[in-house]
């Protein structure tokens, strides 16, 4: 196993100023070293990871790290910063600064090595030693733990708490019955934050005497709590960004449900909190949770505000079904391209199936992909319901799915039969039941009962309507001509460039997406008018770059050339980093350009049966000319406006023979 550390890949007096040249600065050291094989498609992934939730913990600690194809072998890259360098922790800059790549297989030995650093950077001890070191050698010595750990003899006394060794502590016990606390730690990527808040947490538990065993739901392995410890504990604390596995083995406990940066920054106000609820007997129906946080340090969605827990379900169904959509649209695209739009559809393919014949492989491409078709509602139904109530919501939703398409209720019908679905559940799940029926609760009652009334409300009551409003809205989408049309292509555009990736970017992809489960003339231009306002931002911030190199800084113009690749692939967070640096001239420019693409594309009438893909599907996309006319269009227009603003603020903020005459801007945020 190849060292994850060498003195190669420390500086100890890191001079760069900034997260993002902080990280451009270690990647290069990890280039080098021939542990990261493309710089800018490696510091890509790290601010699309950085953009999810800042990476900055309290203590001086940044810890910027993605999962990413660019990088070769598992690799950690530290560099010390005198002056300190913002990544967005509440207690100000951070001067450690922790560069973790991980491929995008990477194996659990490496995983497990990396969450082991995780958990020591919550160690005193650990972190001032990393301040107190001269040599480069011995920092990466002692991140990959070739020193000790443990505190000398000489040092015990200072460390331990007052009036108490480590002996007396664990011999010790807090009450004659201590609290007793079960927690599980998760975050998207699973390297880092899982680790440092298990760590948190448990070191908080041994201060204050509770006995406290946490599940790390992440990528060096996932290990299932012993449900006799769940059982025995007093309170849950789930500190999370991604949903929780299995959450109904916490059910009828008092819980704390919170972001993973909250189990970092402030354990002991967690459990406190969970002593509080489980002395007012607060009994919370875990299983009817969503289990998905924010990626802020306040409370989970259980708290939050019912929109945003509302947008979490739905997008919780768009994102099981996209992968359907993508197969299924790009094999009937596939099959219009090689045999075109008329093609027989034989009942059974394979009794006409020919080896040699065109038509033969499209009419086969076209059934298997309305087959893959055949199952987008029922799994947006389904995962919809499985985002409100767990693993016993699926079988009702996928029922009410299934309903939703034999009443013709379309798209709108799964919407409405998984929010139905997830409701009965979570209905069914706070009913008292006795002990001798909760073991076939999951797997029996719940799908049995859930199934008939969702599939009551759906044949019965619900079902007639939605299939009348969903033909409402076909109609109205296939008969958008000329201003309408155009005025929708607007909105869809601005709405896919104003937070590139943010909630409404993605109830405008969502909207698009769903109507390719059905798809009609109208819908499909709605996709092609939502695709090409997406590839506008990072087209447009790529085109500015290069004609007005002067106007950004060399970070920024590095971000440039891979903005290119993001933006014709359709990855619209390939903008996020211009727009972070310089929101007021950013966004607005890049939602112009957004708008005027959408707008031509659905004037031109371009069609598209693909979610994804950019310009690698553009020969499976109707008016392909005119397509990328529209998109070349809004890419013009936003790049001029970006470089314009900048050019105005460049030319009104430096003085003669400043920055501005000089060849290098030196470019700021300003409100």
């Not at 007997?281 to 259980?302: K, M, Y």
Request: charged share 15%; with cysteine.
């Amino acid at each position: 196993m190849s060292e994850l550390i060498t003195a190669d890949l420390v500086d100890l007096d890191l001079s760069a100023t900034t997260k993002d040249a902080a990280a451009r600065s270690l990647a290069e050291r990890m280039v080098a070293a021939h542990r990261v094989t493309d710089l800018d498609g490696f510091l890509a992934d790290v601010a699309a990871r950085e953009a999810q939730m800042p990476t900055g913990l309290d203590g001086g600690i940044g810890i910027p790290h993605c999962r990413s194809e660019h990088v070769s072998a598992p690799t950690l890259a530290f560099g010390r910063s005198a002056a300190g360098i913002d990544f967005g922790a509440a207690d100000g800059p951070a001067d450690l600064i922790f560069l973790i790549a991980a491929p995008a297989g990477a194996d659990d030995d490496h995983l497990t090595i990396l969450s082991g650093l995780a958990r020591r950077l919550m160690d005193a001890e650990f972190t001032a030693a990393l301040r107190a070191g001269t040599e480069p050698a011995a920092a990466a010595a002692l991140i990959r733990g070739e020193e000790p750990a443990e505190p000398t003899a000489e040092q015990e006394p200072e460390h331990a708490e007052p009036g108490r060794d480590a002996g007396a502590e664990a011999a010790e016990p807090a009450a004659d019955a201590p609290f007793r606390v079960v927690a599980v730690t998760s975050c998207p990527t699973g390297i880092a934050h899982t680790y440092m808040a298990a760590e948190s947490l448990a070191a908080a538990g041994r201060d204050q005497g509770v006995e406290i065993t946490v599940e790390t739901q992440g990528s060096a392995g996932f290990t299932k709590l012993d449900p006799a410890v769940i059982a025995a504990a007093d309170a849950v604390i789930w500190a999370h960004d991604v949903e929780v596995r299995e959450k109904g083995r916490f059910r009828g406990k008092p819980l704390v449900d919170v972001g993973v940066k909250a189990g970092i920054n402030r354990p002991a106000e967690l459990i406190a909190e969970a002593r509080r609820k489980a002395e007012r007997g607060e009994v919370a129906a875990v299983a009817a949770g969503d289990g998905a946080t924010d990626a802020g340090d306040g409370s989970g969605t259980d708290h939050a505000h019912f929109g945003v827990r509302l947008r979490t379900y739905l997008m919780s169904g768009v994102s099981y079904m996209v992968p359907f959509v993508a197969a299924g649209g790009l094999l009937i695209a596939l099959s219009f391209a090689i045999g075109g739009y008329e093609i027989a559809s034989a009942t059974s393919v394979a009794d006409h199936f020919v080896w040699g014949e065109a038509d033969s492989w499209a009419a086969l491409l076209n059934q298997i992909g309305s087959a893959a078709f055949g199952f987008l509602v029922p799994v947006l139904a389904g995962y919809i319901a499985y985002g409100m109530a767990d693993r016993p919501a699926l079988v009702p939703g996928f029922v009410g799915g299934a309903i939703a398409l034999t009443v013709n209720a379309g798209f709108l019908g799964g919407l409405v039969a998984g929010l139905l679905a997830g409701a009965v559940v979570m209905a069914i799940q706070r009913a008292p039941v006795h002990a001798t029926l909760r073991g076939i609760m999951p797997v029996l009652v719940i799908p049995l009962i859930a199934s008939a009334v969702v599939g009551f409300l759906m044949f019965i009551v619900v079902g007639k309507p939605i299939a009348s409003l969903q033909n409402a809205l076909t109609d109205w989408l296939n008969g958008l001509s000329g201003s309408n049309a155009v005025i929708l292509g607007v909105v869809l555009g601005l709405m896919m460039c104003f937070d590139m990736g943010g909630p409404l970017n993605k109830v405008a992809y969502a909207f698009a997406v769903g109507g390719l489960a059905d798809p009609t003339p109208g819908s499909l231009k709605v996709m092609a008018a939502v695709m090409a306002a997406g590839m506008v931002p990072p087209l447009a911030m790529a085109l500015a770059t290069t004609v007005r190199k002067k106007l950004f800084t060399k970070t920024e113009r590095e971000n440039g050339r891979a903005a290119w690749v993001l933006g014709a692939s359709f990855i619209t967070e390939g903008a996020i980093p211009f727009a972070a640096a310089d929101p007021l001239r950013v966004i607005p420019s890049v939602m112009a350009g957004g708008a005027v693409t959408g707008a031509l594309s659905m004037a031109f009438g371009a069609t598209l049966r693909a979610p994804h893909g950019g310009v690698f599907v553009v020969p499976l996309i109707g008016e392909p000319f005119l397509y990328l006319l529209a998109v070349a269009a809004g890419t013009l227009v936003a790049a001029a406006l970006v470089v314009l603003l900048k050019g105005a603020r460049r030319t009104t903020s430096a003085p003669a023979g400043g920055p501005a005459a000089s060849g290098e801007s030196r470019v700021a945020v300003t409100a």
